[in-house]
């Protein structure tokens, strides 16, 4: 809204995807590697251990030349990126973290220091220079950690800051501790997994087995406190906590949750396998290991951006920019004259004025046919259907920005939308339920889930077609959230299918005690 | 017709410490980054010279390429740990006006994270390896300085587009992609030539330190590195104050107004950064004929004066430029004083450990 928006046709969210997974991962070995290279070292010179020691050196150069350079330089990516596709949201946590991101600086040069003192200091300090240079690594990698937690979790979980916009307050908010815990011991199960990468090329003999051993301990120990961790944390999210998100209110959080969570149980149980057989280990299990790290990592990253939605610093600031502060003059002003970077072309001309309109606010989160797609809605939408769904757009269960527009804007943004409708007819499935699903989802599925937020089975429990069809012709008077039904002969006779089988179906087993007291839904 | 400006509007929150303080830090650490960014550009560029006319036996250029590949990737994390604050810094100031040149150059400005990573193993492969690279350590050599100068070319476009709120409303219209430069702007090659070779300049001089610490350990290996170093050094200046009245004839007129009696502070740096260039090409002449005994110390003091009387003009350009855009006086300011004591605290005493730390590095080194 206040700074122009980069058009990616990718979509912003994939780009600030690649690079925060990949820095994430490397970042969190930075951390957990460090405490493995200092407590090995240790534990080999204790035990006068010389082939360990060397399995140490050998390792601690690709330890560098994966955490100084791609790990470090990724992190500035991460940065980069956030400047580029959120300048408004980087520019509040900039202005909030000032000290913050300079104290983490200080940890930042001490800890790129120390790793190459350490590096280069194998061959020339004594041991117990050697293993101090080690421990100050790991000290400063470790802070810098510390401080990243309690600016990131406060994007999610902002909590006293809102009233008092204090700088600790904001910082060790509700989900700053267990999200700690989730990181520092995610870092040492990575740890264990990119050493047992490194001793997987070990000639095969005893010293063999009991590095392979060590190392797995690392992995599985680190994952099976991330897991406890993380059920500590879906408790400490106030949303989540509702379950009124994981309900479907966020369609995709339910989704990258899973995804976390089967990623820990998987990884743990690959993890296993060095631990309990070390023999049978080899590079073809690393390499599925990492990989399932990296996902589960990956997950993890993904379920919190997702809850955040439709927020960049939940109930601050939206997505696009827009401060939940101004919410009354921007409605009161309309959407063109609150954002800056409307074309002067665009006063007069209804086409650009949607196409700016739609670049400033829906941009930020949509591509017209990549992530976040627009066009697999617009196929089976036409005008109306759109007009409808604009002025509700804050009642969609992706949960959206309020949209204020004025009936121009209104006009012109659906206009532009309707530009953006594929030429050919989309294709209808076959298979009559396939079909209904579709309806549904093009349709009721934008603000209603059959079970869970905003419930609809109770609701069609018993109605004929007749009586479903009937409804539809005065859905658009039900209420003001919600828009009238606009869908094709084909559709509505798919959807009247749907919520007709969804109306006599039994609601399924075991989603009965998660439905929260209201699933009126998040109308406030 | 007055073309459209459009600059976004200052953040809602308050700045976390008064404007002349983040000022101050901006232009200290800016000033180390450029430390760092000379001896690594520089020290590459007189590199590629040395490796190009060096006949790969046993000549001292061959050697220095050797050397000076050896510390080239600490220079690099160098760099970057020491750009991070000023960045930082500068997007707190002025993230209004950076956020919005990053975004017009989207991809140039992403391009240099990953250019960067690669620029920055290129380093390392030739500390590890150089050796065995054989015949392919030239065309190495070459890509990562390739590499490292497009960086900085992405830096001088984006610092100074940042510049010209007047061009970004109908570059933005015309394409929002993230594909502009700013290719047009007439300061953008002296801005960057100048960058670019007053860091040979600097990494002249240092080299010439170099050279003198190794003779005092008796390597003869060092007497050329000082006659190499300050004749960089010398020459390089010379080349650079042309550069600079070519960047300050490139500068719009009401700029250039500043620096010649428009402004008092502008124009009494202007005069002294001119006036110390003359005297540092003087110093390094006289320096050369002096041999490798002379004393460097003057002529390295007064090049650190004028990288500072250097920094501030750039700054006195940044504000000219931006006129009544930028009003610092405006920005809301809510010290918080706890949080800013707790950084000092640590910046020194992560500075004390940082000097620990390579004091017994050298000292075992020196064992």
């Known amino acids: 809204m206040?700074?122009?928006?980069?058009?990616?046709?990718?979509?912003?969210?994939?780009?600030?995807?690649?690079?925060?997974?990949?820095?994430?991962?490397?970042?969190?070995?930075?951390?957990?590697?460090?405490?493995?290279?200092?407590?090995?070292?240790?534990?080999?010179?204790?035990?006068?251990?010389d082939r360990l020691l060397d399995f140490v050196k050998s390792h601690s150069r690709f330890f560098m030349l994966l955490t100084l350079v791609f790990g470090a330089i990724s992190g500035v990516g991460i940065w980069t990126t956030i400047g580029l596709i959120s300048p408004h949201g980087t520019s509040a946590l900039i202005h909030g973290y000032v000290w913050g991101w300079a104290m983490e600086w200080v940890f930042f040069f001490l800890e790129i220091g120390a790793a190459l003192v350490y590096y280069?200091?194998?061959?020339?300090?004594?041991?117990?220079?050697?293993?101090?240079?080690?421990?100050?690594?790991?000290?400063?990698?470790?802070?810098?950690?510390?401080?990243?937690?309690?600016?990131?979790t406060f994007m999610l979980t902002p909590g006293g800051w809102l009233e008092n916009h204090e700088f600790w307050t904001g910082f060790f908010n509700p989900t700053y501790w267990p999200s700690a815990v989730i990181r520092t011991f995610m870092g040492l199960a990575i740890a264990g997994m990119f050493t047992l990468m490194t001793a997987a090329g070990l000639p095969r003999d005893a010293f063999r087995t009991r590095v392979i051993r060590w190392n797995a301990a690392w992995a599985f120990g680190g994952l099976v406190v991330v897991a406890l961790a993380a059920k500590w944390y879906g408790a400490s999210v106030a949303v989540w906590r509702d379950e009124e998100a994981l309900l479907g209110a966020i369609p995709i959080l339910p989704v990258v949750a899973g995804y976390f969570k089967w990623g820990i149980i998987v990884t743990a149980l690959l993890a296993l396998v060095p631990l309990l057989l070390p023999k049978v280990w080899n590079r073809g299990l690393v390499a599925v290991l990492l990989l399932c790290g990296l996902l589960t990592?990956?997950?993890?990253?993904?379920?919190?951006?997702?809850?955040?939605?439709?927020?960049?610093?939940?109930?601050?600031?939206?997505?696009?920019?827009?401060?939940?502060?101004?919410?009354?003059?921007?409605?009161?002003?309309?959407?063109?004259?609150?954002?800056?970077?409307?074309?002067p072309d665009a006063m007069d001309d209804p086409v650009r004025l949607g196409r700016d309109l739609y670049r400033a606010y829906c941009q930020p989160c949509h591509t017209r046919d990549g992530y976040n797609g627009l066009q697999p809605y617009l196929a089976h939408w036409d005008e109306e259907t759109v007009s409808g769904l604009l002025p509700r757009l804050e009642n969609i269960r992706a949960l959206m920005p309020p949209w204020y527009g004025t009936d121009?804007?209104?006009?012109?943004?659906?206009?532009?939308?309707?530009?953006?409708?594929?030429?050919?007819?989309?294709?209808?499935?076959?298979?009559?339920?396939?079909?209904?699903?579709?309806?549904?989802?093009?349709?009721?599925?934008?603000?209603?889930?059959?079970?869970?937020?905003?419930?609809?089975?109770?609701?069609f429990g018993g109605m004929t077609a007749d009586e479903i069809d009937e409804f539809l012709d005065e859905a658009g008077d039900v209420d003001e959230g919600m828009p009238a039904y606009t869908g094709t002969e084909k559709q509505r006779k798919a959807l009247i299918r749907y919520l007709e089988e969804l109306g006599q179906e039994p609601q399924p087993a075991g989603e009965t005690a998660a439905v929260p007291a209201d699933s009126e839904g998040r109308q406030s | 017709m007055n073309p459209q400006v459009i600059i976004p509007g200052p953040d809602a929150l308050p700045l976390p410490a008064p404007v002349f303080l983040l000022q101050f830090l901006l232009q200290l650490t800016f000033l180390l980054h450029l430390l760092a960014m000379n001896a690594l550009l520089g020290?590459?560029?007189?590199?590629?010279?040395?490796?190009?006319?060096?006949?790969?036996?046993?000549?001292?250029?061959?050697?220095?390429?050797?050397?000076?590949?050896?510390?080239?990737?600490?220079?690099?994390?160098?760099?970057?740990?020491?750009?991070?604050?000023?960045?930082?810094?500068?997007?707190?100031?002025?993230?209004?006006?950076?956020?919005?040149?990053?975004?017009?150059?989207?991809?140039?400005?992403?391009?240099?994270?990953?250019?960067?990573?690669?620029?920055?193993?290129?380093?390392?492969?030739?500390?590890?390896?150089?050796?065995?690279?054989?015949?392919?350590?030239?065309?190495?050599?070459?890509?990562?300085?390739?590499?490292?100068?497009?960086?900085?070319?992405?830096?001088?476009?984006?610092?100074?587009l940042m510049l010209h709120p007047e061009k970004w409303a109908a570059m933005y219209f015309a394409d929002a992609r993230g594909l502009h430069l700013n290719l047009t702007d007439p300061?953008?090659?002296?801005?960057?030539?100048?960058?670019?070779?007053?860091?040979?300049?600097?990494?002249?001089?240092?080299?010439?330190?170099?050279?003198?610490?190794?003779?005092?350990?008796?390597?003869?290996?060092?007497?050329?590195?000082?006659?190499?170093?300050?004749?960089?050094?010398?020459?390089?200046?010379?080349?650079?104050?042309?550069?600079?009245?070519?960047?300050?004839?490139?500068?719009?007129?009401?700029?250039?107004?500043?620096?010649?009696?428009?402004?008092?502070?502008?124009?009494?740096?202007?005069?002294?950064?001119?006036?110390?260039?003359?005297?540092?090409?003087?110093?390094?002449?006289?320096?050369?004929?002096?041999?490798?005994?002379?004393?460097?110390?003057?002529?390295?003091?007064?090049?650190?004066?004028?990288?500072?009387?250097m920094i501030m003009m750039r700054d006195a350009v940044r504000a000219g430029s931006l006129g009544a855009h930028f009003r610092p006086e405006t920005f809301a300011v809510q010290p918080q004083v706890l949080n800013l004591v707790i950084f000092a605290v640590l910046l020194l005493a992560g500075i004390g450990v940082l000097v620990w730390m390579v004091r017994q590095l050298y000292l075992a080194w020196e064992r």
């Open chain 2, 187 to 309: 300061q953008l090659w002296p801005r960057y030539l100048h960058m670019v070779l007053g860091a040979v300049a600097v990494a002249g001089l240092m080299l010439l330190w170099w050279g003198r610490s190794r003779l005092a350990r008796g390597d003869t290996s060092g007497a050329f590195m000082v006659r190499t170093g300050g004749g960089t050094f010398t020459w390089f200046t010379l080349v650079n104050i042309v550069l600079g009245l070519w960047y300050y004839m490139a500068q719009p007129a009401h700029v250039r107004k500043l620096f010649m009696g428009g402004q008092p502070l502008a124009t009494a740096l202007f005069g002294i950064g001119f006036v110390l260039g003359i005297v540092l090409v003087v110093l390094g002449f006289l320096l050369r004929r002096q041999g490798e005994g002379a004393n460097p110390w003057p002529v390295s003091v007064l090049a650190l004066a004028e990288m500072i009387v």
């Open chain 1, 408 to 459: 121009r804007e209104n006009a012109a943004l659906t206009s532009y939308l309707m530009t953006m409708k594929p030429q050919t007819k989309p294709d209808w499935p076959a298979d009559p339920d396939a079909a209904a699903q579709l309806a549904f989802d093009v349709s009721c599925g934008l603000c209603h889930t059959p079970d869970g937020f905003r419930s609809l089975r109770d609701s």
């Open chain 1, 120 to 152: 280069y200091g194998w061959k020339r300090l004594d041991a117990r220079t050697h293993l101090a240079m080690g421990w100050i690594y790991f000290i400063a990698a470790f802070m810098s950690l510390v401080i990243i937690n309690g600016i990131v």
């Open chain 1, 2 to 49: 206040n700074y122009p928006v980069w058009e990616l046709s990718m979509g912003a969210g994939i780009l600030m995807a690649w690079v925060s997974i990949l820095h994430v991962f490397v970042s969190h070995f930075a951390v957990g590697g460090g405490l493995w290279l200092v407590v090995t070292e240790m534990r080999a010179r204790r035990t006068g251990d």
């Open chain 2, 43 to 160: 020290g590459l560029l007189i590199t590629l010279f040395a490796r190009i006319k060096g006949d790969g036996g046993d000549d001292p250029w061959t050697s220095l390429p050797d050397a000076v590949a050896k510390v080239s990737p600490s220079l690099v994390a160098a760099t970057v740990t020491l750009g991070v604050a000023p960045l930082l810094f500068l997007q707190t100031l002025y993230g209004q006006f950076f956020f919005t040149s990053s975004i017009l150059m989207g991809w140039g400005w992403f391009s240099v994270v990953v250019v960067l990573i690669f620029a920055y193993y290129g380093t390392y492969l030739q500390s590890f390896r150089g050796k065995d690279l054989g015949g392919g350590q030239m065309p190495l050599l070459g890509l990562t300085v390739i590499l490292f100068l497009w960086i900085g070319f992405m830096f001088t476009n984006n610092t100074s």
């Open chain 1, 297 to 343: 990592m990956g997950a993890g990253e993904w379920t919190r951006e997702a809850g955040r939605k439709p927020f960049v610093i939940q109930k601050y600031m939206y997505s696009t920019g827009m401060l939940a502060s101004q919410e009354d003059v921007v409605a009161e002003q309309g959407m063109a004259a609150s954002a800056k970077w409307i074309s």
